[in-house]
């Protein structure tokens, strides 16, 4: 008999205190007691990755070889280990099944009984309850501490400011970093004089050899503006500039359906909350500026010219880098 194990935990904290290791110790005493060979190269394990979404690389890999009549057999702890939602949980069940593999728990051994059935149904929506319950929880506990002056917002500081290492989401630890905050100085002044863009500046910074935010040699656009539109160098730092988004399109042709990347939305101004002040880089005037300037350059963008229908929107893709081609005239 072919015997697959699935571990998994959603934070790579869970990660660090060994509760993998000690998923598998169960499975594999379970293993020992139904005399079942325990074979490394049949364990699919996820670190760090939520229940909540299907797209996995260690269940994916199982899911294939499911599919390729690979096993008999599939062993987990417990149901949320598998998935968090119990239409998930369903789906995986079903197409493990359709592939000839008996799904199997240790902790919670299940039957096609009708009671079982609903014991599993009730199990999986309570989980998925318990999930949005602490995601809710800890979104709320962490707002508390941005609105108390206590957490900085960030997970990595942005360019021109440095961090104290021993507790880098402290504000009081927030400090200048004199070359590149310099360079932001100049980045904004530049960019306000007569006949200015964002590609120029982004060439100039390149041609300067100046360090990208990531310590590359080469500046895009979109780090340029990213740091033209973030005000934390005014001297406040605030939350809520953005929210997430579902993607509308696919990414790239070379991207599977259903697979695209999702992104961000900037908010309006009106819905940012100040958190915290920093060392600041511009007066809120030059700011103010800037953001005038962008907006009007962003409505008279060659890239907003709609009156060309390109019919390979969105079909035709870079085969080194994946991303996908634009139409210019």
């Known amino acids: 008999m072919n015997v697959a194990v699935y571990v998994r935990v959603s934070t790579p904290r869970q990660t660090q205190t060994q509760t993998i290791e000690q998923q598998l110790d169960r ?3 379970y293993h020992k007691t139904q005399g079942w060979p325990w074979q490394e190269e049949h364990i699919f394990r996820d670190d760090g990755y939520s229940g909540a979404k299907l797209r996995r690389p260690g269940l994916d890999r199982l899911r294939e ?3 390729r ?9 417990a149901p949320d280990r598998l998935a968090r939602n119990y239409v998930h949980q369903m789906l995986l069940i079903e197409e493990f099944e359709r592939g000839g593999c008996q799904v199997e728990f240790v902790d919670r051994p299940m039957s096609h009984d009708p009671h079982d059935q609903l014991l599993l149904q009730i199990r999986g929506a309570v989980s998925e309850y318990e999930r949005n319950l602490i995601a809710e929880r800890m979104r709320r506990g962490r707002r508390q501490k941005y609105l108390a002056g206590g957490l900085l917002p960030w997970t990595r500081a942005p360019y021109g400011y440095r961090v104290d290492p021993a507790h880098p989401r402290d504000p009081a630890g927030v400090r200048l970093e004199a070359t590149e905050a310099a360079i932001v100085a100049e980045l904004f002044s530049n960019y306000l004089q007569e006949g200015k863009s964002l590609k120029a500046e982004t060439q100039r910074l390149t041609s300067l050899g100046v360090a990208s935010p990531a310590g590359r040699t080469r500046w895009n656009q979109a780090t340029v503006r990213g740091i033209l539109t973030n005000p934390v160098y005014t001297g406040t730092v605030y939350i809520g500039r ?3 988004t579902e ?3 696919r990414h790239s042709a070379l991207v599977p359906i259903g697979r695209g990347r999702g992104g961000h939305v900037q908010t309006s101004q009106e819905e940012w909350t100040a958190v915290t002040q920093v060392p600041a880089v511009i ?3 030059q700011f103010d500026l800037v953001q005038q300037k962008l907006a009007h350059n962003q409505q008279f963008a060659r890239r907003n010219n709609t009156a060309y229908p390109y019919l390979l929107r969105a079909m035709v893709s870079c085969g080194m880098c ?4 634009i139409g210019r005239a």
């Open 27 to 29: 499975l594999q005493e």
């Open 65 to 67: 070889q499911v599919g």
């Open 69 to 77: 009549a690979m096993f008999d057999r599939v062993v987990l702890t």
């Open 322 to 325: 994946r991303l996908g081609c």
């Open 242 to 244: 953005s929210r997430p």
């Open 247 to 249: 993607a509308r399109g």
């Open 283 to 285: 007066t809120q005037e």
